[in-house]
């Protein structure tokens, strides 16, 4: 598996580049190379590190927004598919998820909105060539920012759109019922973004695709262990499990250890959900 390496931290929250991100950055460099010569494989590496600059803006988006409803942030994971922020726990209202799920494409708006001002000022125009290369590069900005506002909002679990979606069902269905509609509206989603990308050769959306597929089940699988523990029946037997010394008594036979993908103990008796993941696609 590949590893993922820190890249420094920001309001606290450490940012971690995925091993696969170079392999993306390599493609790209050699596409551009035999497109349009170094020149052209430059620019191209430099847009996509500007994209994924944008992820991470729109990533502590959500991440300074959950915050505020005490919500914190293990760190963000940067790959080939978008961003990941891993929050430790769920918002416990629609409200609060809706907040934190709009909060991400509000940045890409506000960038995109500084963008233009910079676009149409008189600045660009009296620089000549540099600020021709300054405009299609601001140009570019706006574009990018523009693009992941609209993909973002896809009522598509597990994106923004999807979590919007998502919380505005659960006030009248209840969070877990909300839960199998917008992954029911995900996987339909999904199915037609895959035809699309069948139909036009853009590999990289059939695989973005095929990961709303497969998170929106991750997504069920989480609601339904909300589900399992906050019911009455769960929380006495935990109890009861606990005053009884649980699996500490007569030794550990019969039970397996559980832990997250860092390695980190889950626990000794049920699987329990550490972090969450707030994915957010390029």
Same mark, same amino acid.
């Given at each position: ?54 992820? &991470? !803006?729109?990533? @502590?988006?959500? #991440? ?5 409803? /005490?919500? =914190?942030?293990?760190?963000?994971? $940067?790959?080939p598919l978008g961003g990941m922020a891993r929050l ?58 523009? &693009? !992941?506002?609209? @993909?973002?909002? #896809? ?5 923004? /759109?999807? =979590?919007?979606?998502?919380?505005? $069902? ?14 029911k509206v995900a996987r339909w989603s999904a199915l ?24 929106s089940w991750m997504e069920l699988v989480q609601a ?59």
């Amino acid at each position: 598996m590949m590893k993922t390496r820190s890249l420094g931290k920001i309001f606290g929250v450490e940012v971690k580049l995925h091993g696969t991100f170079l392999f993306l950055l390599a493609f790209v460099a050699l596409s551009g190379l035999f497109r349009g010569g170094p020149i052209e494989a430059g620019l191209s590496v430099a847009l996509s590190i500007v994209i994924f600059g944008v992820v &991470v !803006l729109h990533e @502590f988006g959500h #991440i300074l927004t959950a915050r505020r409803f /005490g919500i =914190r942030t293990k760190d963000v994971i $940067l790959s080939p598919l978008g961003g990941m922020a891993r929050l430790e726990r769920l918002p416990t209202s629609p409200g609060q998820e809706i907040a934190v799920a709009l909060a991400g494409p509000a940045v890409n708006l506000a960038l995109a909105g500084l963008g233009a001002a910079l676009l149409y000022s008189p600045l660009w125009a009296q620089s000549g060539s540099v600020g021709l290369f300054l405009g299609a590069l601001t140009s570019w900005f706006v574009t990018i920012n523009l &693009v !992941l506002l609209g @993909f973002n909002l #896809i009522p598509a679990l597990p994106m923004d /759109g999807g =979590r919007v979606l998502r919380a505005a $069902l659960t006030l009248k269905y209840g969070y877990l019922k909300a839960t199998q509609k917008a992954a029911k509206v995900a996987r339909w989603s999904a199915l037609l973004m895959a035809l699309y990308a069948l139909y036009s050769g853009q590999l990289m959306l059939l695989l973005i695709a095929g990961f709303v597929f497969v998170m929106s089940w991750m997504e069920l699988v989480q609601a339904s262990v909300r589900q399992t523990q906050q019911n009455p029946l769960y929380q006495i037997f935990r109890s009861f499990q606990q005053t009884q010394g649980g699996p500490t008594r007569g030794g550990n036979q019969g039970y397996s250890q559980v832990v997250d993908q860092d390695g980190n103990p889950v626990s000794n008796t049920a699987y329990r959900v550490r972090s969450v993941r707030w994915v957010d696609e390029v």
